[in-house]
């Protein structure tokens, strides 16, 4: 994902949440060996909700802001040569814990802008949906790449912002050249 940014249709978040849960026991999809061992000899899916179907309802969270479809004969290739050259430390993931904060956020002034104001939801309707955790659950795994997507919300806000006032103003000239 840091060579090709573009190039996925998941964020960083969406493997953080699958990374956090594969050990949680939150989900029954990642419990047991194999389907069997799961179905007939423990009745997970009775017990426990599917990991899959929480990670589908948040989906709009988990997107990347960044993601360029490419066609179907397009294979991601990185240069031999500086393949390993480029294999970094997963901050987000192994660092979590760390003592030291490897971790800056967004702040204050950028925090409305984590989540896409189109999806946003008041605590009521949030409480409603019982078979599925809030978006805070799934927010609340902070990613390195937060701050660069809280500046672009907020960088689209403002330009929807100007274009509308750019509108108001041609539609105002207009009526005055008549």
């Not at 290739?77 to 760390?98: C, E, G, M, Q, Y």
């Not at 009521?124 to 990613?143: H, I, L």
């Amino acid at each position: 994902m840091q060579q090709f940014p573009n190039a996925f249709e998941f964020n960083v978040r969406y493997l953080l949440v699958l990374s956090e849960h594969i050990y949680s026991c939150r989900f029954g999809t990642l419990i047991c060996d194999n389907e069997k061992e799961r179905e007939v000899d423990a009745s997970i899916r009775e017990r426990t909700y599917c990991l899959w179907n929480y990670l589908d309802e948040n989906k709009l969270y988990l997107m990347n802001d960044f993601y360029i479809p490419c066609g179907p004969k397009e294979i991601l290739l990185p240069p031999l040569p500086i393949l390993l050259r480029n294999v970094a430390l997963w901050t987000d993931r192994h660092l979590k814990w760390s003592p030291k904060p490897s971790w800056c956020g967004a702040g204050k002034p950028l925090e409305r802008f984590l989540t896409p104001k189109d999806l946003f939801q008041s605590d009521e309707q949030q409480d409603t949906n019982t078979a599925s955790v809030n978006y805070k659950d799934v927010m609340g795994m902070r990613c390195s790449v937060d701050t660069a997507l809280a500046e672009l919300r907020q960088e689209r806000m403002e330009k929807m912002v100007w274009q509308e006032k750019a509108k108001a103003l041609q539609k105002e000239l207009d009526e005055l050249k008549k």
